[in-house]
């Protein structure tokens, strides 16, 4: 069983900036990684995704620009930088990690049942 712990999480004022952590007990089973939000009353949604081996990213269109996916292989962790922060993006955020080859190429990448390993969220509220 593949743990995921995430980090960072916060308040921050519109405009802020935050950034997420997510470290993964084992990189060999985690090597396609995402991070969803959900906020209450709202569908579980795919915000970026990073496959560890290549590192190519994928992301929402409501964050391009504005967040960041990355990754450090070494500490099997990975990132979500997030800068100029919106209200909207206000909601709990987790992260998901899969071994699924059919991921490599991003082709589903925003779909929750893809993955096998889920974190147990982290809060983001941007608030003035």
């Known amino acids: 069983q593949v743990q995921l712990v995430e980090s960072g999480g916060g308040s921050v004022q519109p405009g802020g900036s935050l950034r997420l952590s997510c470290a993964t007990s084992d990189i060999a089973k985690s090597n396609f990684m995402a991070w969803f939000r959900q906020a209450p009353g709202k569908e579980r949604e795919g915000v970026a995704a990073?496959?560890?081996?290549?590192?190519?990213?994928y992301y929402t269109d409501s964050v391009k620009g504005r967040f960041t996916i990355s990754q450090d292989n070494g500490k099997a962790t990975a990132y979500l930088q997030m800068n100029s922060l919106k209200p909207e993006d206000s909601a709990m955020y987790y992260c998901?990690?899969?071994?699924?080859?059919?991921?490599?190429?991003?082709?589903?990448?925003?779909?929750?049942?893809?993955?096998?390993?889920w974190g147990q969220g982290t809060q983001v509220t941007v608030s003035s």
């Open positions: 990073i496959y560890i081996n290549w590192d190519t990213t």
């Open positions: 998901a990690a899969s071994s699924d080859r059919t991921l490599w190429y991003g082709n589903g990448w925003s779909v929750s049942g893809r993955y096998t390993s």
